[in-house]
């Protein structure tokens, strides 16, 4: 793994990686930025939940499309003060805010994606461009572009994320691409890592939602993925004891644009509103049922 090279708040505001939303602030907010003093991470963040991706600074690492979570306790912003402090206090302790105990190695984390390849995941390495569209206080969206070659053809990504205030889970809208074009009917995977086995999963391929709840430094974590029934083909829990590759997977594959959607979050007992995996399931639940009733009142 590359050295990290520190680079003050300041400096980013002036470069445009962070902004004055998620510096700071004690304001709920949704806030993202490119981390390049971090070994090129990408963070994002809403008042329940905050989340980073891995960039090309770790492509000879063991990280790939993985997603991390950084478990929170307040509503305002942390993003910009764990990185911020990370010289003198670890984001792996909690210092009152929360920390980052969730591994994710070469897992998918929480909803990394891959292509489905021969009954198995093949994640597109760590992500080679990032692109804030917007950073407001009550959503944050972006871009994240992936690529990685294949049995002699370069697969391609393009991921954009939005997070809203107020909800567990962020929108994933992903564009699978193959030598170029989009690669429609393309088998792909959306996981949760299972953590070899430590978490209980369950999975629900009629009503759309997955889930795997845990215990990580004596609290629970909750963490999900929802997606439309009709674009999954399966459900499927991988048990292996290599490390990393045990995962709770929806298996689906692309429309003809390339195209496929989901959402995906957490929820932590130390934060105090999800207390249980009943609790975590019954939000998922929820969350699915609101998105069914949204779909009816648009007439689709």
Not at 29 to 45: I, K, L, M, N, Q
Request: net charge negative; proline share 4%.
């Amino acid at each position: 793994m590359k050295a990290t090279t520190f680079i003050p708040t300041a400096l980013l505001l002036l470069l445009g990686v962070a902004s004055p939303a998620g510096a700071g602030s004690q304001k709920p907010a949704t806030f993202c930025r490119f981390v390049p003093e971090r070994s090129d991470d990408f963070a994002w963040e809403n008042d329940l939940i905050a989340f980073r991706a891995y960039g090309p600074a770790l492509r000879e690492g063991t990280e790939n499309s993985g997603i991390d979570c950084w478990l929170k306790c307040v509503e305002y912003p942390i993003i910009d003060t764990w990185y911020g402090q990370m010289k003198t206090k670890s984001y792996h302790k909690d210092w009152g805010e929360g920390n980052d105990p969730y591994h994710v190695g070469s897992s998918a984390g929480c909803g990394g994606t891959g292509i489905w390849l021969n009954g198995k995941r093949e994640p597109l390495e760590t992500y080679t461009k990032q692109e804030v569209v917007s950073c407001r206080p009550e959503k944050s969206v972006f871009k994240l572009t992936y690529e990685k070659e294949i049995g002699g053809a370069v697969y391609g990504e393009e991921k954009t994320v939005t997070i809203e205030l107020g909800q567990r889970l962020f929108h994933a809208s992903c564009r699978f691409t193959k030598d170029g074009t989009p690669a429609a009917n393309l088998p792909v995977c959306i996981g949760i890592t299972t953590h070899d086995g430590k978490a209980v999963a369950i999975g629900d391929a009629a009503k759309g939602w997955m889930a795997c709840w845990e215990s990580i430094e004596s609290f629970g974590v909750g963490t999900g993925v929802v997606v439309d029934p009709s674009k999954i083909q399966a459900y499927r829990l991988v048990e292996s004891p290599t490390k990393d590759v045990s995962h709770s997977l929806f298996i689906g594959q692309t429309d003809a644009q390339g195209r496929i959607e989901y959402y995906a979050g957490y929820g932590w007992e130390k934060a105090g509103a999800i207390k249980t995996s009943a609790d975590w399931n019954a939000y998922l639940e929820g969350f699915r049922q609101r998105l069914i009733n949204k779909d009816e009142e648009h007439g689709r």
